[in-house]
């Protein structure tokens, strides 16, 4: 098992940043590749980013690509989601997910999940 908790969700201002961070434990947090989600009210969950086991490769959805960047440390066993020039149309709750079977976009590639954490950007 894996247990994932995200943070650093708040409130922004547009053109504002936030970072978010999600803490992993249990398994070997190396072993996995690890994605964010984000799911606004009334809509389906939606891919962000994902981030391979060591970091050397991303991959972003294109509506926030350039704008928002995945990391890791694994020896902190955290993944971060920085977001920059945030707009409203960001507003969800931000969820991180892992898997350690090379993931990419699918929601159902990911078997573990974090409890999200809401980011609100006001116009």
């Known amino acids: 098992q894996v247990r994932l908790v995200e943070s650093g969700g708040g409130l922004v201002q547009a053109g504002g940043s936030l970072r978010l961070s999600c803490a992993a434990s249990g398994r070997t947090f190396r072993n996995f590749a690890m994605g964010w989600f984000r799911q606004a009210p009334g809509k389906e969950r939606e891919f962000v980013a994902v981030?391979?086991?060591?970091?050397?490769?991303?991959y972003y959805a294109d509506s926030v690509n350039g704008r928002f960047t995945i990391s890791r440390a694994n020896a902190r066993n955290t993944v971060y989601l920085q977001m920059n020039s945030l707009k409203p149309e960001d507003t969800a709750v931000y969820y991180c997910?892992?898997?350690?079977?090379?993931?990419?976009?699918?929601?159902?590639?990911?078997?573990?999940w974090g409890q999200g954490t809401q980011v609100t950007v006001s116009s």
């Open positions: 981030i391979s086991w060591n970091g050397g490769r991303t």
């Open positions: 997910a892992a898997d350690d079977r090379d993931p990419g976009r699918y929601a159902g590639e990911y078997d573990y």
